[in-house]
């Protein structure tokens, strides 16, 4: 069945049924739209992409190549968001594909564990003493959310910060490539999670006050979506669909979760959001079409506004000194942007970990392929020396995991080497994992 919209707001066009909400349009100046892939003669190509994750982007290269010469009507940011188990990331990519955009997952705990040679973490578990360092990741939420010693606590704010990060990344593509990003998921509504699980008990009221400090340093660095699109459906019909897949546990049994996490979205969220961006939600009860949803998308205009407009207020940049400045700050700030998680709020005693903690978890997690050395520089992985990886490090560092590893962290130097040579034995003979469980 296509997807039915719901009106939310009054004095708005009714040109299509599917419409949620449409700022009144400035008829002073002319109107600029997205366009899908029937339109798509209407916009100006781009020139090459800019090789950002090599050469990274500084004044000395803003003199040689522009920023906005890449953009058209389509460099915009959409994010998909909704509840679990309707579809959204099919919807997402459909809708990528159909209006020329990049598709961008959102970030989970497969992002934390997983590095970028493909190996994970999780597997270390089977050798871990303190219970505080066993893995601990959506699934096992699922089931047992108040497990492991504030393992939530940890999990909700390191969720939040992948999703940054990855929305970073979305943000650094889009102002070195021009193409339009669609992301599933966002940093700005995951809050809502937070604040539906503080209410059943299962987040300390510390971490909840360590959670906003993090959010309010760090949400005000990132460039607000121009669209928001919001699938939506029932909690029964969400919570059959879970069943259906097998994903089920106390979290999402639990219905009054369930609907306090929903209600946050839709009437705190969206509501907020829809002063600064384009909002369009649709029952997607029964899932629905990306083309149906492009044709209301291309009707919206998400560039021009009454100059005193909160809507889209922070992309009218109008210099282009302006948009390389944003562009270089995403694209070699992103150490800076990381540092904004560190703040020293020791009250939040489910987040921090003891030294014995941590000296287990740097010990352990080290020895994981890849991650002996910087990304990059892992000759033992098939890089090149070091000496010769020029630039090398920028690309692995964008996609590097948010785990940090200090060498100089070890209980012994004459272990390190012994167990060093046991894994690299291990590892000749063939041994599926050998960097563990020695």
Not at 129 to 153: C, I, V, W
Not at 181 to 193: A, D, R
Not at 239 to 245: D, E, I, M, P, V
Not at 385 to 411: C, K, M, Q
Request: charged residues 25%; proline residues 4%.
């Amino acid at each position: 069945m296509a997807a039915v919209a719901k009106k939310l707001a009054s004095g708005l066009s009714n040109k299509s049924p599917r419409f949620l909400s449409a700022t009144v349009v400035n008829i002073k100046v002319p109107s600029a739209n997205i366009y899908g892939k029937t339109m798509a003669g209407e916009l100006e190509e781009r020139p090459p992409p800019w090789n950002y994750k090599r050469f990274g982007f500084h004044y000395g290269h803003s003199l040689i190549d522009g920023t906005t010469k890449r953009f058209n009507d389509n460099t915009k940011v959409i994010v998909v968001d909704g509840p679990p188990a309707i579809e959204k990331t099919k919807f997402a990519k459909d809708l990528a594909e159909e209006l020329g955009m990049l598709y961008m997952p959102s970030g989970c705990m497969d992002d934390g564990y997983i590095n970028r040679y493909g190996y994970d973490a999780r597997n270390l578990d089977a050798d871990i003493k303190h219970e505080r360092n066993l893995s601990f990741d959506e699934k096992k939420f699922s089931q047992n959310p108040t497990a492991q010693d504030g393992a939530l606590d940890r999990m909700l704010l390191e969720i939040y910060h992948l999703k940054c990060m990855k929305y970073v990344q979305g943000l650094r593509h889009l102002f070195n490539t021009g193409q339009g990003i669609v992301m599933e998921k966002s940093p700005y509504n995951n809050y809502c999670y937070m604040e539906a699980a503080y209410r059943q008990g299962w987040i300390d009221k510390e971490t909840r006050k360590y959670y906003y400090i993090i959010q309010g340093q760090t949400l005000e660095e990132m460039m607000k979506p121009h669209l928001i699109i919001y699938l939506d459906a029932p909690t029964s019909v969400v919570q059959a669909n879970l069943q259906k897949t097998g994903e089920t546990g106390q979290v999402y049994s639990n219905t009054e979760y369930m609907n306090h996490w929903a209600d946050l979205n839709k009437k705190d969220y969206l509501k907020e959001a829809s002063i600064h961006s384009e909002v369009l939600v649709y029952d997607w009860s029964e899932g629905g079409d990306a083309e149906v949803v492009v044709e209301d998308i291309e009707a919206l205009n998400l560039d021009y506004y009454d100059k005193y407009s909160k809507k889209h207020e922070e992309w009218r940049l109008h210099t282009e000194d302006a948009y390389w400045n944003l562009r270089r700050k995403y694209t070699n700030e992103v150490s800076q942007f990381i540092s904004m998680f560190n703040f020293p709020y020791y009250n939040a005693t489910k987040i921090w970990k003891t030294s014995d903690e941590c000296m287990e978890w740097q010990s352990l997690f080290s020895r994981v392929p890849g991650n002996k050395w910087l990304p990059g520089y892992n000759e033992d992985m098939g890089e090149p020396n070091p000496l010769f990886a020029f630039g090398g490090y920028r690309e692995a560092f964008y996609n590097d995991g948010p785990w940090f590893i200090e060498s100089t962290v070890t209980n012994s130097s004459l272990q390190i080497d012994h167990d060093d040579k046991i894994r690299a034995s291990r590892r000749a003979a063939g041994i599926k994992n050998w960097w563990y469980g020695y």
